[in-house]
């Protein structure tokens, strides 16, 4: 089954896109941006876009029923590498204990204010005792 997941972002209306799409036990988290979709605004700090991108990361995963627990990939996209080390921090909280495969990648962003983009890949994890009852 395939479920569709929005932020509110006028972004996604506007270029057709899903803040996440949640395909059976898979959750994919579109490229993620920091900025405060209630407001429209953005920090001019990539720390602060950082933290900002995680929390909405973390409402579609939330959404998707799903948690920073269930990510396997993640892609970090930063105009100026040099500025990845000062998110450091941020993705640390998130992704420090989950340890997913990651990948930083040097890129142009749509628009000049955004100084890091963060895409994922979840999956959904089984219930622990239902899979103990498929090896029975």
């Known amino acids: 089954m395939r479920r569709l997941i929005s932020s509110g972002s006028s972004f996604e209306a506007q270029i057709g896109y899903s803040r996440a799409v949640v395909d059976g036990d898979w959750v994919f988290v579109s490229g993620t941006t920091g900025f405060d979709y ?72 749509a628009d000049p204010r955004m100084k890091i983009e963060i895409e994922v890949t979840a999956r959904l994890r089984l219930d622990p005792l239902s899979s103990l009852d498929d090896n029975v």
């Open 38 to 109: 209630a407001d429209m605004t953005i920090s001019d700090d990539v720390a602060v876009q950082a933290e900002q991108a995680l929390k909405n990361i973390a409402a579609a995963l939330t959404e998707a029923g799903a948690s920073f627990a269930d990510v396997v990939r993640v892609h970090y996209l930063l105009p100026d590498a040099a500025d990845f080390e000062a998110c450091w921090p941020a993705l640390g909280r998130a992704f420090g204990e989950v340890r997913p495969a990651a990948t930083m990648m040097q890129v142009g962003l």
